[in-house]
């Protein structure tokens, strides 16, 4: 096996041992990039769809906090036994929809029109990283891995820390902040979210070059979509922190 | 700034310009360009 699978992606969920310990169990068919394309459209339609009941039902947004623990259940079960992926993604994507729909609508109602800008741009990241990432212009080296996951483990400390002392009525300014360094740190988090979709992408291409099973679809289709939730949110955070200097 | 969106979308067009133009110099990783222009012999 190459050294191209000596390294973990950034993304906590995608690992290249994922695909030795699965690669024995392939039993109904092998993972193809078209089954995990059509897996991840599947999932989007899903968060859409249940982010969009969630904005406009007012029943739904006690639900947040609900939604967000059954969303980390579920992603747990999903690393841990990827060949439920058939059942635990679809639900962690509904779970998170409600998440995403009263999250975005608190945002909106502050600062209107930046959940449209939010959804373009984060679409627009991904395809213009999608676009890099086959032209070459971007490739998923060691050393490029390696950064990444550096940098997103650092990001990941620093929201723990901020979670545990926002327990005594304090935190991290730079997180929340809307001066220069606060913008500035929010659009270095969304460069290295944005980043994670390219360590994606390879683990993606890698299970189908191996011929991992067909589950691993779902697994897949997973980690691209728990790197495109985080970074709906961090654009999010940053168009507020840029609308709330005007 | 009246939109601060915009700002963000110069990265995303310039990245994706840059793709672009490797995919039809280079044809990404396979070599293979997108777009050949070759001389047409007569009755080829």
Same mark, same amino acid.
Request: no cysteine.
């Given at each position: 096996?190459?050294?191209?699978?000596?390294?973990?992606?950034?993304?906590?969920?995608?690992?290249?041992?994922?695909?030795?310990?699965?690669?024995?169990?392939?039993?109904?068919?092998?993972?193809?990039?078209?089954?995990?394309?059509?897996?991840?459209?599947?999932?989007?339609?899903?968060?859409?769809?249940?982010?969009?009941?969630?904005?406009?039902?007012?029943?739904?947004?006690?639900?947040?906090?609900?939604?967000?623990?059954?969303?980390?259940?579920?992603?747990?079960?999903?690393?841990?036994?990827?060949?439920?992926?058939?059942?635990?993604?679809?639900?962690?994507?509904?779970?998170?929809?409600?998440?995403?729909?009263?999250?975005?609508?608190?945002?909106?109602?502050?600062?209107?029109?930046?959940?449209?800008?939010?959804?373009?741009?984060?679409?627009?990241?991904?395809?213009?990283?999608?676009?890099?990432?086959?032209?070459?212009?971007?490739?998923?080296?060691?050393?490029?891995?390696?950064?990444?996951?550096?940098?997103?483990?650092?990001?990941?400390?620093?929201?723990?820390?901020?979670?545990?002392?926002?327990?005594?009525?304090?935190?991290?300014?730079?997180?929340?902040?809307?001066?220069?360094?606060?913008?500035?740190?929010?659009?270095?988090?969304?460069?290295?979210?944005?980043?994670?979709?390219?360590?994606?992408?390879?683990?993606?291409?890698?299970?189908?070059?191996?011929?991992?099973?067909?589950?691993?679809?779902?697994?897949?289709?997973?980690?691209?979509?728990?790197?495109?939730?985080?970074?709906?949110?961090?654009?999010?955070?940053?168009?507020?922190?840029?609308?709330?200097?005007? | 700034?009246?939109? %601060?969106? &915009?700002? *963000?979308?110069? %990265?995303? &067009?310039? *990245?994706?310009?840059?793709? &672009?133009?490797?995919?039809?110099?280079?044809?990404?990783?396979?070599?293979?360009?997108?777009?050949?222009?070759?001389?047409?012999?007569?009755?080829?």
């Amino acid at each position: 096996m190459s050294n191209h699978l000596a390294l973990r992606s950034g993304n906590p969920a995608l690992q290249s041992s994922t695909f030795r310990n699965h690669l024995s169990s392939v039993t109904d068919g092998t993972m193809t990039l078209s089954g995990t394309v059509n897996k991840t459209a599947i999932s989007l339609v899903l968060v859409i769809l249940s982010a969009a009941y969630s904005w406009t039902n007012p029943a739904m947004h006690g639900l947040v906090v609900p939604a967000a623990l059954i969303g980390f259940v579920l992603a747990m079960v999903t690393v841990f036994k990827p060949t439920l992926g058939h059942i635990t993604v679809p639900a962690y994507a509904l779970a998170q929809g409600v998440f995403l729909g009263v999250i975005s609508m608190i945002f909106n109602a502050q600062y209107p029109g930046i959940v449209v800008q939010a959804v373009f741009l984060t679409f627009g990241t991904l395809g213009a990283l999608l676009l890099a990432y086959m032209s070459g212009l971007i490739k998923a080296t060691e050393n490029f891995k390696l950064g990444i996951v550096a940098a997103t483990g650092g990001i990941a400390l620093l929201y723990f820390i901020n979670f545990i002392m926002s327990f005594f009525g304090s935190g991290i300014g730079i997180i929340s902040s809307n001066n220069t360094m606060g913008i500035l740190f929010s659009g270095a988090v969304v460069v290295i979210a944005a980043l994670n979709l390219v360590l994606d992408f390879d683990f993606i291409e890698e299970g189908a070059e191996m011929g991992a099973p067909k589950y691993m679809e779902w697994y897949g289709a997973f980690g691209l979509l728990v790197t495109l939730i985080w970074l709906y949110l961090e654009i999010l955070r940053l168009l507020a922190k840029l609308s709330s200097r005007r | 700034m009246e939109n %601060p969106a &915009i700002i *963000l979308w110069i %990265p995303i &067009i310039l *990245l994706s310009v840059a793709s &672009i133009i490797k995919m039809l110099n280079k044809g990404g990783p396979n070599g293979k360009p997108w777009i050949r222009i070759e001389k047409v012999e007569e009755n080829e």
